[in-house]
């Protein structure tokens, strides 16, 4: 059971353009939700995070959405760049447990 | 250097050959976790330890052990591999676990990529 999932295991975007990246749960206790990077032959990187008292975090091109009510959230870049190109990883916590649950993971390739 | 690193990077091995996959941090964090990546299922988490001689099973601890001695060192041992337990394996560090501190972020080492014959 699944309880994090990326249904696209990949993306394409242009250079300059807007990158979405979504992400749904099914655990309403999961309070707590984080993306990573992960470049071939490392390991993940952490990006940006969001509390669910939030809905918005940003960071510099990085901004995270958080849809409690339809337990969905989206990792937006812009301007999307050659560099960007990375598996990522959501993930998410709950208050109650230790554990970090991920997602599959979405393969982003920015093109010039 | 603030750094999780995992030894080896690679290892081939045989069915029912006991080993050892080591991590070290070197950030005094209390949090370790071992995941293991495999296609199609993402990161899954194997075991976890809150602080020395606290650990606790993952989502997929089958097969595995692990022990806390030292708060920097968290080993993954892998007493009687066996094929399905081919994947790709990370150990993470964070300065607490996830409980009322969930702000932590985790930090990966480089990962060790095992295949076992």
């Known amino acids: 059971d699944q309880q994090v999932k990326q249904n696209s295991p990949s993306l394409s975007v242009q250079e300059g353009r807007i990158s979405i990246l979504n992400c749904d749960y099914t655990?309403?206790?999961?309070?707590?939700f984080l993306w990573y990077k992960k470049y071939p032959a490392e390991g993940p990187t952490f990006l940006i995070s969001?509390?669910?008292?939030?809905d918005k975090n940003e960071d510099g091109r990085f901004t995270v959405f958080l849809n409690k009510s339809a337990k969905h959230l989206s990792l937006h870049i812009v301007p999307s760049q050659p560099g960007d190109s990375a598996v990522y990883f959501c993930?998410?916590?709950?208050?109650?447990?230790?554990?970090?649950?991920f997602g599959t993971g979405t393969r982003l390739q920015v093109f010039p | 250097e603030a750094q999780v690193t995992q030894n080896p990077r690679y290892l081939i091995t045989v069915t029912g050959k006991k080993l050892t996959v080591t991590c070290s941090q070197n950030?005094?964090?209390?949090?370790m976790s071992w995941y293991r990546q495999d296609p199609g299922l993402g990161l899954r988490q194997i075991y976890y330890s809150m602080n020395v001689e606290v650990t606790d099973k993952g989502d997929v601890p089958e097969g595995y052990k692990v022990s806390r001695k030292e708060k920097r060192n968290f080993p993954l041992i892998l007493e009687s591999p066996s094929p399905n337990q081919t994947s790709l394996y990370f150990c993470?560090?964070?300065?607490?676990?996830?409980?009322?501190?969930?702000?932590?972020?985790?930090?990966f080492g480089p990962g060790t990529r095992l295949t076992v014959l």
């Open positions: 655990n309403s206790m999961f309070d707590y």
């Open positions: 993930a998410a916590s709950a208050r109650a447990t230790d554990k970090l649950i």
């Open positions: 993470a560090s964070s300065l607490r676990g996830r409980g009322e501190h969930s702000t932590d972020t985790q930090y």
């Open positions: 969001i509390s669910s008292i939030k």
């Open positions: 950030m005094n964090h209390e949090y």
